[in-house]
């Protein structure tokens, strides 16, 4: 079942970890990267299956989350 066009959940794949739309990679591999110091252009290239739009699609999901947060 998708939540939005970046991600999906399926309990079929990864026990219903989200993860990248039409991939088997988690969205949460994204974050553990960034916050390793790597670069999106390393995640791009350690995961060709995973697109630029659907990244981005993703941390804007992310941003708008932290920006819902009360001060």
């Known amino acids: 079942m998708n939540e939005h066009k970046w991600t999906a959940r ?3 794949i990864l026990g219903g970890t989200p993860v ?5 990679v988690p969205a949460q591999t994204l974050v553990d990267y960034l916050e390793g ?3 999106l252009e390393d995640f791009l290239d350690d995961f060709p ?6 990244v981005i ?13 009360p001060a």
């Not at 990248?20 to 088997?24: E, I, K, L, P, Q």
């Not at 299956?49 to 659907?54: E, G, I, L």
């Not at 699609?57 to 947060?69: S, T």
């Open 20 to 24: 990248f739309a039409g991939t088997r």
């Open 57 to 69: 699609g993703v941390l804007e999901l992310l941003k708008q989350v932290v920006m819902a947060q």
């Open 10 to 12: 399926d309990p079929e």
């Open 37 to 39: 110091g790597h670069s």
């Open 49 to 54: 299956t995973v697109d630029r739009s659907q």
